[in-house]
């Protein structure tokens, strides 16, 4: 590529002037750039058909303009025959007189006969085409004559100049009388089998006329659906149109170096290819999904000032055999005629995965993509940017080894940080910033979006704003949390509990008893600081409200930790949390009195149960992952006898200190829990004020009485 790197790295990037906006030249351009674009990516046969349709159309309009003009000569030589002024009185027949057929051609019986009057009978046909009877008086009688073109054409030319020219006249027959129209219509009988190649030829120029007109519009309706369904699935976006640019990504510096080397390497390939670095310019963009991998690539398109194809993955699994080999094939073939361009595939993940699976078609596709991404490239394509995104997470999944090395370049997405969530929330609010009341407080809604994607935070602050607009307030602080809620847990409410007592006790109890868990472990880390516990418990609000989302008759709105990495005890600490809602329920209401409201609860522990035994080795003597020895392919994970009863054992044992816990928690529950259904739902805030007014209420009446207060 270095031969090609060198004749284009420094020449001008478009530097050809551009229609302006809205002008119909651009237009045009577009149209026909479109056009050109759908054209490449037809099969031969298509394509075929298409041309001999375009061919067709000229042929058939030509042929019928030919007719045409043919008759129209014709008609004006029946017009000319009386010097085109028929004399007075002379636009009726003569009824007195029988009607003849007449002997001969009408010239021979011109020349051999007294002339008293020559009448010619005309009827307009299409497009200018006249049907004519010429009715000749002589000796007494009408003599009626069909002349043929080429008598027609004779007699005209005679007419100039003989005798009987001046004793022409013209009558039309839409103006004869019922008797006269009578007596033609018996002439037609007559000279049915006679009538002259100018009429017959009449429904010829009308066929070929109808036949183009239906080509031209049938050809045209085609081209329109085709490529209006071409406009939603391929379609070339030009730099221009791209909205924004790189800087609008906020808190990705580090990945946006990494664009700013591919960057570099395209506009001084020449420079790198003396280094010998020419291959060609694949670009794996990974990560989850909402980091900006879209958003990306088109800055990029708009940095380089290229045109950049979006097109998904998902749509190359046609679920037949080569439906999407077929499709890249045709991006591919769209992207050789621009050249100079980028392909931006989206979701393709699918397409990273090792090849021998049982679907033929999904193998098919990626061998195609293997050989677009290939190194050996030819000129027409040597200056295309693949790049692939996808949600691809190596720790589960294994990528294919080929499809690895086609990329030049890897760019890893991540999770925004704290500081970036800061910024980006900030960045966001800036673009309504006099929608927005001054010297918010953005820790909350940072800490609580731990672990969001951009997009979740920009959906958050719209959120926020379509609130915002229907209460008819500034947003806030308040305003902005109650956005992440809606954005993070659901569309609450309360009409699913509203009237359901027992329920709602029940619901009560159990969120209590995650809460309380969780708050004893943070108040022996923190020392009894109860400024530090605020800042530090994950438990942001307590709700009663139904949450459809998950089928939840409550839930308790909390933020994600801040530590990647958790130890042996962090793991047993969420297990206590998560019994402690069932262990609640049977220290209120009996063993069977729990309900099946804790599914999702148990469910979550045996997942981090078998993360913690079959996956990590702990409680055991060696450290093995068990889990990794599955099947692949198979419906569940295969759970050895002595892996199940290590977890049954431990969960049995983290079950009975949370109930010890919350046993000892009890009166705090039932207050709390009276609250709780009064108000509906409590923040940290107001649950740890209650928690505080009661212990000190507890104190105080433990020091009326004389009872000693146990230490915490």
Same mark, same amino acid.
């Given at each position: 590529m270095s031969d090609l790197s060198a004749s284009t790295s420094n020449r001008p990037e478009f530097t050809k002037e551009e229609p302006p906006e809205g002008s119909l030249l651009l237009a045009i351009k577009k149209a026909a750039s479109r056009l050109s674009d759908w054209f490449v990516i037809q099969t031969t046969a298509v394509k075929l058909l298409i041309i001999a349709f375009a061919m067709l159309i000229p042929i058939t309009g030509i042929y019928s303009v030919v007719l045409l003009q043919k008759q129209a000569a014709v008609a004006e030589q029946v017009r000319l025959m009386g010097g085109g002024k028929p004399g007075e009185g002379a636009w009726s027949l003569n009824e007195q007189l029988p009607v003849v057929f007449g002997a001969g051609s009408v010239l021979s019986f011109l020349e051999n006969n007294p002339i008293e009057r020559i009448t010619v009978i005309y009827k307009p046909l299409m497009w200018n085409v006249s049907d004519r009877f010429v009715l000749v008086e002589s000796g007494g009688r009408q003599h009626a004559f069909y002349p043929s073109d080429m008598e027609t054409k004779i007699f005209a030319d005679k007419a100039v100049h003989a005798g009987w020219g001046g004793k022409l006249s013209f009558v039309p027959r839409a103006e004869l009388s019922p008797s006269s129209i009578a007596m033609i219509e018996r002439l037609d009988q007559r000279f049915e089998g006679s009538r002259p190649q100018s009429e017959k030829d009449a429904w010829k120029a009308g066929v070929s006329g109808v036949l183009s007109a239906s080509l031209t519009l049938g050809l045209l309706g085609f081209l329109f659906f085709q490529l209006r369904g071409q406009h939603k699935s391929l379609k070339f976006i030009e730099p221009a149109n791209v909205q924004g640019s790189i800087g609008d990504l906020v808190g990705m510096d580090d990945i946006k170096s990494e664009v700013a080397q591919i960057k570099d390497q395209y506009q001084r390939r020449a420079e790198y290819a003396e280094y010998g670095i020419n291959k060609p310019f694949n670009v794996m963009f990974s990560g989850p999904a909402g980091t900006g991998k879209t958003k990306l690539a088109s800055y990029l398109a708009k940095e380089l000032n290229l045109p950049i194809l979006f097109h998904s993955a998902v749509n190359l699994e046609t679920g037949y055999v080569g439906g999407g080999a077929s499709t890249l094939n045709r991006i591919l073939s769209m992207a050789k005629r621009r050249k100079r361009c980028i392909v931006f595939l989206d979701e393709a993940q699918d397409l990273f995965m090792k090849r021998g699976g049982h679907r033929k078609f999904d193998d098919d596709t990626q061998n195609m993509l293997l050989a677009v991404l290939d190194g050996v490239r030819t000129k027409s394509d040597a200056e295309i940017i693949w790049i692939v995104a996808s949600n691809f997470n190596s720790e589960s999944m294994q990528m294919d080894e080929a499809m690895l090395r086609r990329f030049q370049m890897k760019v890893d997405f991540r999770l925004p940080n704290k500081e970036e969530r800061a910024a980006i929330i900030g960045h966001y609010l800036s673009q309504r910033a006099e929608k927005v009341l001054p010297d918010l407080d953005l820790r909350h809604i940072v800490e609580i979006t731990e672990g969001r994607s951009p997009a979740d935070l920009e959906t958050i602050v719209n959120q926020a704003g379509i609130s915002a607009v229907q209460a008819g307030e500034m947003i806030g602080t308040e305003t902005l949390m109650q956005a992440a809620e809606r954005v993070m847990v659901g569309n609450v409410n309360t009409n699913t509990t509203k009237e359901r007592e027992r329920d709602r006790r029940i619901i009560a109890i159990h969120e209590w008893g995650h809460f309380l868990v969780d708050f004893e472990q943070e108040r022996k880390r923190c020392g009894g600081d109860w400024d530090r516990i605020l800042g530090d418990m994950k438990t942001l609000k307590i709700s009663l409200k139904a949450n459809p989302r998950n089928n939840a008759l409550g839930f308790v709105f909390h933020k994600q930790g801040a530590n990647l990495l958790k130890t042996k005890g962090d793991i047993e600490h969420d297990v206590r =949390?998560?019994? $402690? $809602? @069932?262990?609640?329920?049977?220290?209120?209401? +009996? !063993? !069977? +009195? *729990?309900? #099946? $409201?804790? /599914? #999702?609860?148990? *469910?979550? =522990? *045996?997942?981090?149960?078998? /993360?913690? =035994? +079959?996956? @990590? +080795? @702990?409680y055991r003597k060696t450290r093995l992952n068990f889990g990794a020895l599955a099947t692949e392919g198979g419906g569940g994970r295969n759970v050895d006898e002595e892996t199940r009863s290590i977890m049954e054992a431990q969960s049995e044992r983290l079950y009975g200190e949370t109930k010890q816990l919350l046993a000892r928690l009890k009166p705090l529950t039932e207050h709390l829990a009276g609250k709780l259904m009064e108000a509906g739902e409590m923040s940290l805030q107001e649950a740890l004020a209650e928690i505080r007014n009661f212990e000190a209420a507890c104190l105080s009446f433990n020091n009326r009485v004389g009872l000693v207060q146990q230490p915490v």
């Amino acid at each position: 590529m270095s031969d090609l790197s060198a004749s284009t790295s420094n020449r001008p990037e478009f530097t050809k002037e551009e229609p302006p906006e809205g002008s119909l030249l651009l237009a045009i351009k577009k149209a026909a750039s479109r056009l050109s674009d759908w054209f490449v990516i037809q099969t031969t046969a298509v394509k075929l058909l298409i041309i001999a349709f375009a061919m067709l159309i000229p042929i058939t309009g030509i042929y019928s303009v030919v007719l045409l003009q043919k008759q129209a000569a014709v008609a004006e030589q029946v017009r000319l025959m009386g010097g085109g002024k028929p004399g007075e009185g002379a636009w009726s027949l003569n009824e007195q007189l029988p009607v003849v057929f007449g002997a001969g051609s009408v010239l021979s019986f011109l020349e051999n006969n007294p002339i008293e009057r020559i009448t010619v009978i005309y009827k307009p046909l299409m497009w200018n085409v006249s049907d004519r009877f010429v009715l000749v008086e002589s000796g007494g009688r009408q003599h009626a004559f069909y002349p043929s073109d080429m008598e027609t054409k004779i007699f005209a030319d005679k007419a100039v100049h003989a005798g009987w020219g001046g004793k022409l006249s013209f009558v039309p027959r839409a103006e004869l009388s019922p008797s006269s129209i009578a007596m033609i219509e018996r002439l037609d009988q007559r000279f049915e089998g006679s009538r002259p190649q100018s009429e017959k030829d009449a429904w010829k120029a009308g066929v070929s006329g109808v036949l183009s007109a239906s080509l031209t519009l049938g050809l045209l309706g085609f081209l329109f659906f085709q490529l209006r369904g071409q406009h939603k699935s391929l379609k070339f976006i030009e730099p221009a149109n791209v909205q924004g640019s790189i800087g609008d990504l906020v808190g990705m510096d580090d990945i946006k170096s990494e664009v700013a080397q591919i960057k570099d390497q395209y506009q001084r390939r020449a420079e790198y290819a003396e280094y010998g670095i020419n291959k060609p310019f694949n670009v794996m963009f990974s990560g989850p999904a909402g980091t900006g991998k879209t958003k990306l690539a088109s800055y990029l398109a708009k940095e380089l000032n290229l045109p950049i194809l979006f097109h998904s993955a998902v749509n190359l699994e046609t679920g037949y055999v080569g439906g999407g080999a077929s499709t890249l094939n045709r991006i591919l073939s769209m992207a050789k005629r621009r050249k100079r361009c980028i392909v931006f595939l989206d979701e393709a993940q699918d397409l990273f995965m090792k090849r021998g699976g049982h679907r033929k078609f999904d193998d098919d596709t990626q061998n195609m993509l293997l050989a677009v991404l290939d190194g050996v490239r030819t000129k027409s394509d040597a200056e295309i940017i693949w790049i692939v995104a996808s949600n691809f997470n190596s720790e589960s999944m294994q990528m294919d080894e080929a499809m690895l090395r086609r990329f030049q370049m890897k760019v890893d997405f991540r999770l925004p940080n704290k500081e970036e969530r800061a910024a980006i929330i900030g960045h966001y609010l800036s673009q309504r910033a006099e929608k927005v009341l001054p010297d918010l407080d953005l820790r909350h809604i940072v800490e609580i979006t731990e672990g969001r994607s951009p997009a979740d935070l920009e959906t958050i602050v719209n959120q926020a704003g379509i609130s915002a607009v229907q209460a008819g307030e500034m947003i806030g602080t308040e305003t902005l949390m109650q956005a992440a809620e809606r954005v993070m847990v659901g569309n609450v409410n309360t009409n699913t509990t509203k009237e359901r007592e027992r329920d709602r006790r029940i619901i009560a109890i159990h969120e209590w008893g995650h809460f309380l868990v969780d708050f004893e472990q943070e108040r022996k880390r923190c020392g009894g600081d109860w400024d530090r516990i605020l800042g530090d418990m994950k438990t942001l609000k307590i709700s009663l409200k139904a949450n459809p989302r998950n089928n939840a008759l409550g839930f308790v709105f909390h933020k994600q930790g801040a530590n990647l990495l958790k130890t042996k005890g962090d793991i047993e600490h969420d297990v206590r =949390v998560l019994l $402690g $809602g @069932m262990a609640n329920e049977e220290l209120f209401f +009996g !063993e !069977e +009195g *729990t309900t #099946n $409201g804790a /599914h #999702n609860d148990i *469910t979550r =522990v *045996t997942r981090l149960l078998h /993360h913690a =035994v +079959g996956e @990590m +080795g @702990m409680y055991r003597k060696t450290r093995l992952n068990f889990g990794a020895l599955a099947t692949e392919g198979g419906g569940g994970r295969n759970v050895d006898e002595e892996t199940r009863s290590i977890m049954e054992a431990q969960s049995e044992r983290l079950y009975g200190e949370t109930k010890q816990l919350l046993a000892r928690l009890k009166p705090l529950t039932e207050h709390l829990a009276g609250k709780l259904m009064e108000a509906g739902e409590m923040s940290l805030q107001e649950a740890l004020a209650e928690i505080r007014n009661f212990e000190a209420a507890c104190l105080s009446f433990n020091n009326r009485v004389g009872l000693v207060q146990q230490p915490v």
